[in-house]
Structures are given as C-alpha cells and as structure tokens.
C-alpha cells in the first residue's frame, strides 16, 4: 500500500514557473514507477511524466523541453519542475504509483495502481 500527497500547485502567469512535490507513504516507495497525471474540466486524464525505476524518464510531447520529473528516494519524494507554464497547462495534476513498470505503459493511468488527491495548476495569459 503507498499513500501519496501532492503539494505545490497554484496559480501563475504565462511563461512561469512550478514545483509540484508528492510524498509517498508506506510500502517500498522505490519499487514503484512513478508518474504525474493532469485532467482539465471536460478532458481525460493525460500521462504528462514518468520515471521508471531504472531512472528512464518518459514525457508527453507537449511538456517536452519544459517540464523535468525527478525522484528522491532517500526522501521517498517525487518532484515535477514546470517551466515556462502556458494557460494549456492548466489543469489538477496528480502524482500516480505503479508496479507495473513495463515502458510502453510509463503514459497510461489505467496502469497505476496508487493515487493522490490533486493539486490544482492554474496558468493565466
């Protein structure tokens, strides 16, 4: 069992920055594959990053260049640094566990298993 909470969200202006962090709680925090999800109102749950356990870091094309996922282990921490933000970011973003860490899955929420509240990312023009 792996318990997860996301912090760090807010509201900024197009062109800036945000560090989203999740914590993890209980089971082997390192034995998982982790990964950060975003929904807007009327969307579907977007893959934006993963990071497998070997450390292969796996994006979505639109965040490429911008956003950089890293994990702590020694803190059981996983972290998303968002640069130069555009309103199409905007939306809840949620960190997400999986023990199903075959590659071709490092984008798929139907593949993780753990999931944390939300933090809400707002990007104004």
């Known amino acids: 069992q792996v318990q997860l909470v996301e912090s760090g969200g807010g509201s900024v202006q197009s062109g800036g920055s945000l560090r989203l962090s999740c914590a993890a709680f209980g089971h082997t925090y390192s034995w998982y594959c982790m990964g950060w999800f975003r929904q807007a109102p009327g969307n579907e749950r977007e893959g934006v990053a993963a990071i497998h356990v070997d450390g292969t870091r796996t994006y979505v094309e639109s965040v490429k260049g911008r956003f950089t996922i890293s994990q702590d282990n020694a803190k059981n921490t996983l972290v998303l640094q968002m640069d130069s933000l555009k309103p199409d970011d905007t939306a809840m973003y949620y960190c997400?566990?999986?023990?199903?860490?075959?590659?071709?899955?490092?984008?798929?929420?139907?593949?993780?298993?753990?999931w944390g509240q939300g933090t809400q990312v707002t990007v104004s023009s």
């Open positions: 997400a566990a999986s023990a199903n860490c075959a590659y071709y899955l490092a984008l798929q929420a139907y593949a993780y298993t753990y």
